[in-house]
C-alpha cells in the first residue's frame, strides 16, 4: 500500500489548489479516503472525508463552502479542491486511507505535502 501527495506550493491568501492523492495497493474507490492537516505546534486535524460506499463527504467546519473532496476511481486518486485559502491553512496536509481487510479496519498515510500561504 502506498500513497503519494502532490500539489501543495505557495499560494497567496484568496488563491486556489488542488492536491493529489495517488493509491498503489488498494482500491481507492472501496476505501474510506481522508485528508489531515497539521501545522507546526498543533495536532494532526481532520479536513475532509469521503467514504465507501456511498460517497458521503464530511468537512471540518472551518473549510466548508472552500474545499471540495472528490475521487477518480480510474485514476485511483483523490483529491482535494481548495479554494478561498487562508492563512490559517497553512500546513503539511496529509492523505489518509482506511482499508478493510481480513475483518478489520487498517490506516495508511502518505509522507504530506507542504501548502504555504503567504502574501
Known amino acids: 500500500v502506498q500513497l503519494v501527495e502532490s500539489g501543495g506550493g505557495l499560494v497567496q491568501p484568496g488563491g486556489s489548489l488542488r492536491l493529489s492523492c495517488t493509491a498503489s495497493?488498494?482500491?481507492?474507490?472501496?476505501?474510506?479516503m481522508s485528508w489531515y492537516r497539521q501545522s507546526p505546534g498543533k495536532g494532526r486535524e481532520l479536513v475532509a472525508g469521503i467514504t465507501s460506499p456511498g460517497d458521503s463527504t464530511v468537512y471540518v467546519s472551518s473549510v466548508k463552502g472552500r474545499f471540495t473532496i472528490s475521487r477518480d476511481n480510474a485514476k485511483n486518486t483523490v483529491y482535494l479542491q481548495m479554494n478561498g485559502l487562508k492563512f490559517e491553512d497553512a500546513a503539511v496536509y496529509y492523505c489518509?486511507?482506511?482499508?478493510?481487510?481480513?475483518?478489520?479496519?487498517?490506516?495508511?498515510w502518505g509522507q504530506g505535502t507542504q501548502v504555504t500561504v503567504s502574501s
Open positions: 489518509k486511507a482506511r482499508i478493510f481487510r481480513l475483518g478489520q479496519f487498517y490506516d495508511y
Open positions: 495497493g488498494f482500491i481507492v474507490s472501496a476505501s474510506h
